[in-house]
């Protein structure tokens, strides 16, 4: 027990602190998270991801093992979540039928995980530079699903696959991602120190302005119902999740700092994604909000589990 609060007071009371500030932030002083997220868009964001896969001694072939795990992670969760709500609507033990709105934003819910906000400073305090690199690779490749199946289950198919994947082409971090990889490749291992630095600057600020725009955003929290919905939606995220991705990680063979990010990455809460695409697709705005609170809540208690499994080979 005493382990437990030792690794819960370092490594998330520092993130929920953090956090908190933006929280307060929102409420007292009326900042609005729009600005910040812009900001965090398209510079803080790309030049982490630059910096930690451009200055990495990641292999072409781990690269790849941690994207291709992470995206079939998330479709695997996605497909029990799918699995489970359409038996939840059949069940007689489900006095109301979940609509087609709180459907699609549940399912989202699940496979769409806070691997930004959350995962990146957990994962850096817990595991150190090594495992967060491969945080960032995760978190990219997590990106690439949010941004495609994301906007393509929130419209119920009527955004097509393509349009879904045209988003990616305006996303920043991804051809921050991909010139890191083009630099390496051409054996380019060293940058001009006013390139290297002001990269490294930016890297060095994202993950703290990320946990004050996590902090700003659910300032808007509300009081939250539909409670099976809220469970369930919950229970997948952080429980089912990261079992799954101890079966992934055993099946790519992935060990060390790889292996703790794969695993305690895809045990973060519900991203805020889920609610922008609920407003652009018009699905349930407030059960969106409530999912990701309620798993931004809960998740201290799990990850602390999880990372002590973690640390101590377990898993």
Do not use: C
Not at 128 to 154: D, F, H, K, M, R
Not at 177 to 192: M, V
């Amino acid at each position: 027990m005493l382990e437990l609060l030792t690794i819960f007071i370092d490594n998330m009371l520092p993130v929920l602190a953090i956090a908190a500030i933006g929280v307060v932030l929102r409420r007292r002083l009326h900042v609005e998270p729009a600005m910040v997220s812009r900001m965090m868009f398209y510079v803080f964001a790309p030049a982490l991801a630059f910096d930690a896969v451009f200055t990495s001694d990641i292999s072409g072939a781990d690269f790849l093992r941690v994207y291709i795990g992470t995206l079939a992670l998330m479709a695997a969760v996605g497909a029990i979540a799918f699995l489970f709500l359409r038996g939840l609507n059949a069940s007689v033990l489900a006095r109301h039928r979940v609509n087609p709105r709180e459907f699609a934003t549940t399912l989202v819910a699940t496979f769409v995980f806070n691997g930004a906000n959350f995962g990146l400073s957990i994962v850096s305090f817990a595991f150190g530079e090594e495992a967060l690199t491969y945080a960032v690779i995760i978190y990219i490749a997590g990106s690439t699903v949010a941004w495609t199946l994301g906007p393509y289950v929130s419209s119920s198919g009527a955004a097509s696959m393509l349009k879904s994947l045209e988003s990616i082409l305006r996303t920043p971090v991804v051809y921050a991602l991909a010139l890191a990889l083009a630099l390496k490749a051409a054996g380019i291992s060293e940058l001009p120190p006013a390139l290297s630095r002001s990269s490294q600057l930016l890297a060095d600020a994202s993950i703290p302005l990320m946990l004050v725009l996590l902090g700003l955003q659910l300032g808007a929290f509300r009081k939250p119902d539909r409670w099976l919905l809220l469970i369930s939606g919950t229970a997948i995220r952080l429980l089912l999740a990261p079992l799954i991705a101890i079966a992934f990680a055993s099946l790519l063979s992935l060990e060390g700092a790889a292996r703790a990010a794969f695993i305690l990455q895809a045990g973060m809460p519900t991203a805020v994604l889920t609610l922008i695409l609920a407003y652009e697709f018009d699905t349930d705005r407030d059960l969106a909000l409530n999912l990701i609170m309620t798993t931004t809540l809960l998740s201290p208690i799990s990850l602390t589990v999880l990372i002590y499994l973690l640390q101590n080979g377990i898993v």
